[in-house]
């Protein structure tokens, strides 16, 4: 018997066609612009406390003339990975389509294409859902107010022209653009309203442009989704099934999203483990990796991809199926289930080479390790250490090798 389902249930689907985002749970974030010149972070000009003078002049220098975005894809595919999204205008203002509202675009480059043209058709062509990442702060466009919030300048630079309304109308009609030009989006990603203008009419126009789309909590609404960010929302910690539909991010490297060259990697285990405690509570999970400024991805970050594809798609089964919380008092465990099949999802490195089950005692017909599809020993044995516990038998687990990162344990009951 599967034990009795936990309190929280997984939030509703949409029932519409944003649905997708519940068919596809784990994408490509890609940070990519003028800052993977200097090569170090994707705030180069803010976090430097640059001028524009100091930073603009890159565009003279924007030419990744090995960009292929069937390489990305390729890369994309060998992770196990179902959707992309693209930085189409980080913080620093530069715009990476054709954008008809500004001369600060990819195609004032020498390169001088419509980069996210390139990658729109090459998502269509394999129906991987496209969705646009879109910073709020802007530090380019002259109409954007700074006031020193994060990420602004501390105040109005030389030739600015603040004012909300207009810079919000060009927010509108570049978000437009990218509705209309692009073929089917899969979603707007906004960042950085640091402004926290609240405006409606927004939403209103991507769902009546791409009905598709799927829009974050970063704009200027709550959004269809939430997005907590590496580690740094401890909340996310203690929630067994995610409550409203979430999407979680990360960086294979641990500083900067952009191509850092110097860049302090997270290990594999870390980023396994962090995928498979976002999927098992039924989040979805964006893996960032920031192009180089020659157009091709990294070779350590997609090392690092190939690696991780090669067990999400042993465990994929597992993490997959519908969140079921916490079943055993370990609460490194978290669970999934499918009809009468468990799965179990080892979240740290266990302290001993058995897995407790405690309360769950009874036997399944077959308990496997997905990341080798080998056999498990499952019985369910009298403890001398749960003597004053009821039940005092449980459900034991052996046989996951020692550092198996990111395991998931498939238990068939009865
Ligand atoms: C952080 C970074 C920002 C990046 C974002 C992605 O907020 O500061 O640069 O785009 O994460 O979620």
Not at 231 to 253: K, L, N, S, W
């Amino acid at each position: 018997m599967v034990p009795a389902a936990a309190a929280a249930a997984a939030p509703a689907r949409f029932g519409d066609g944003r649905d997708w985002f519940f068919e596809k749970r784990f994408g490509l974030f890609l940070h990519w612009g003028l800052y993977a010149i200097p090569a170090w972070h994707e705030q180069d000009l803010y976090r430097k406390r640059l001028k524009r003078e100091q930073y603009e002049p890159l565009i003279q220098q924007f030419n990744p003339v090995k960009y292929r975005p069937a390489e990305w894809l390729d890369a994309l595919e060998r992770a196990g990975m179902e959707y992309v999204c693209f930085t189409t205008k980080h913080i620093d203002g530069f715009c990476l389509w054709d954008s008809a509202a500004t001369d600060y675009k990819v195609t004032r480059t020498p390169y001088g294409e419509d980069v996210l043209k390139m990658l729109a058709e090459e998502c269509g062509r394999r129906n991987v859902p496209l969705c646009l990442y879109y910073s709020v702060v802007d530090e380019h466009q002259k109409n954007y107010p700074h006031a020193g919030r994060p990420y602004e300048f501390a105040g109005p630079q030389a030739g600015d022209e603040p004012d909300l309304a207009k810079y919000l109308e060009y927010v509108k009609r570049q978000v437009r653009e990218l509705c209309t030009n692009y073929g089917k989006i899969g979603g707007i990603w906004w960042d950085a309203n640091v402004l926290k203008v609240r405006d409606a009419s927004v939403r209103a126009m991507i769902r009546e442009l791409q009905p598709a789309a799927v829009i974050n909590n970063r704009g200027f609404d709550d959004g269809d989704y939430g997005t907590p960010e590496r580690d740094y929302d401890r909340t996310v910690e203690g929630v067994g099934i995610f409550e409203r539909p979430t999407e979680a991010c990360e960086a294979v490297g641990y500083q900067s999203w952009g191509w850092r060259a110097d860049e302090d990697y997270y290990t594999v285990s870390h980023l396994k483990r962090s995928i498979q405690k976002t999927l098992a509570k039924g989040g979805n999970y964006l893996l960032n990796v920031g192009p180089m400024a020659d157009g091709t991805l990294p070779a350590r970050a997609t090392g690092m991809l190939d690696e991780i594809g090669r067990w999400y798609k042993a465990v994929k089964e597992g993490l997959t199926a519908e969140p079921a919380g916490r079943l055993a008092a370990d609460a490194s465990l978290l669970f999934t289930r499918r009809g009468k099949t468990l799965y179990a999802h080892v979240t740290a490195e266990p302290a001993t080479d058995a897995l407790l089950l405690q309360p769950m005692a009874e036997k399944p017909v077959r308990a496997t390790l997905l990341n080798t599809g080998k056999p498990l020993q499952a019985e369910v044995v009298r403890l001398p250490r749960l003597w004053n516990q009821k039940p005092d038998r449980c459900l034991r687990v052996k046989g996951v090798p020692e550092g198996t990162a990111g395991a998931v344990v498939k238990l068939e009951m009865e």
